[in-house]
């Protein structure tokens, strides 16, 4: 039931009622704080849940490590794939277990790894007991708010009924989309970015302040949202009581520091966590260019093997697209949202090679957003978008879940 239908329970409420009944019809009304869009939304989101899991059950029956078995694996297996293990073992085993340190043998980054997922992880693990259904638990509710307030935005930003729809339609349906269901950070970051973005463009700076530290605890990207947060504030100003909200926008910096303060008294470093992914992801500085022509070398000059090759395509065209949409944000002036998309640019566009670029693309919401409202003024992009890329995020998905490179 939409938010303008007629106030039934008011109707209702001046009939004789036993105790207790007032209560019932509160909670009623404030259900309906959920609109139509918005069960229209989450009836989108769980429809392609449950395709990524059909397709997880098929994986594992279709594609198992042996060819030759008649007993397939428990579909949750399909999901423990690669940084899943890491996260695990971080919510298992904290980030030191025992005397282990970096720099001994076997040891395996960890600490690149911000604590949020993990720790939500293990929380979630105290009612649900297996680790992988934990993980799972974890990313379908994240991922349920970040829609919402996805939908939502879009809504704030196309005067159109069906913006917020479309906006989550393509955002659901992108290739990388399986990480949203997956045990990893995706979701969960959405699930604080995104709402903190739709309170600053209400102009309720503590709350967005408030989710965007929230945010920092899961990810690094926390920090580029960080920044929007604070040129849409410097760009929007418009009275001394705004101006009184201006030291929240320093709140989404404790986590970082104080993971890094964490690792520094453990480690005596604190860059910790950056020297960690310099080690295990090559993510050590190099120049835009360089970045560039080592990952052209890796996708064409044949130099790694086919699964890898076709990965390190997708990085380059991943990153164009993100200087497109990044230009784009430049020209219509959304100076915040620029800054978001192309800080992370520069973060994964001047390593030794470009990294989990198509995975970032779900993090940048306005390119959701610019699609929605060009399939509105277009008609045919949706369904050019549905039959070119939805085949995508299946690819994708199964060379996820059948323990191949994905991004």
């Not at 939304?41 to 059950?57: E, I, S």
């Not at 040891?107 to 680790?131: C, I, K, Q, S």
């Not at 045919?380 to 939805?390: G, K, Q, S």
Request: include cysteine; glycine fraction near 6%; proline fraction near 7%.
């Amino acid at each position: 039931m939409s938010v303008s239908s007629p106030p039934r329970p008011r109707a209702v409420a001046s009939a004789p009622r036993r105790r207790g009944a007032p209560r019932r019809a509160r909670w009623h009304v404030r259900w309906r704080v959920l609109g139509k869009e918005d069960a229209d939304v989450l009836f989108l989101y769980v429809l392609t849940r449950a395709g990524l899991w059909t397709t997880a059950y098929g994986a594992t029956w279709l594609f198992p490590p042996d060819s030759r078995t008649h007993h397939a694996a428990s579909p949750l297996s399909a999901w423990q794939q690669w940084d899943w293990w890491h996260y695990l073992r971080i919510a298992q085993e904290g980030y030191f277990p025992g005397d282990l340190r970096p720099g001994m043998e076997g040891w395996d980054n960890r600490e690149a790894f911000f604590p949020g997922f993990p720790f939500t992880l293990r929380a979630v693990h105290a009612v649900v007991p297996d680790w992988a259904a934990a993980g799972l638990l974890v990313s379908f509710v994240a991922g349920a708010v970040a829609v919402l307030a996805l939908a939502r935005i879009a809504r704030d930003h196309v005067p159109h009924p069906d913006a917020g729809r479309r906006a989550v339609l393509f955002f659901l349906l992108s290739p990388c989309a399986v990480f949203l269901a997956a045990g990893y950070t995706e979701a969960l970051f959405l699930a604080f970015a995104l709402p903190a973005w739709l309170a600053a463009r209400r102009r309720a700076w503590p709350l967005a302040a408030t989710l965007a530290a929230l945010a920092t605890t899961v990810r690094v990207s926390g920090l580029f949202l960080a920044a929007a947060l604070a040129v849409h504030f410097l760009t929007t100003v418009r009275a001394h009581r705004d101006g009184r909200a201006l030291p929240w926008l320093l709140l989404p910096a404790l986590p970082p520091l104080a993971y890094s303060w964490y690792l520094k008294s453990r480690t005596g470093d604190w860059m910790a966590w950056k020297h960690a992914e310099e080690r295990g992801w090559y993510r050590d500085f190099h120049t835009p260019w360089e970045a560039w022509r080592n990952t052209w070398e890796a996708a064409f000059h044949h130099t790694t093997s086919t699964g890898y090759a076709i990965e390190f395509q997708a990085e380059l065209l991943a990153m164009v697209l993100g200087l497109v949409l990044t230009g784009f944000l430049l020209f219509r002036r959304r100076w915040a949202e620029a800054a978001y998309t192309g800080l992370a640019l520069v973060a994964l566009g001047t390593s030794y090679w470009y990294m989990s670029l198509p995975r970032a693309t779900l993090l940048w919401w306005p390119l959701w957003i610019v699609l929605a409202s060009w399939s509105l003024r277009a008609p045919r992009v949706r369904t050019a978008y549905v039959c070119l890329v939805a085949p995508l995020m299946t690819l994708c998905a199964l060379t996820f879940l059948t323990g191949r490179w994905a991004g």
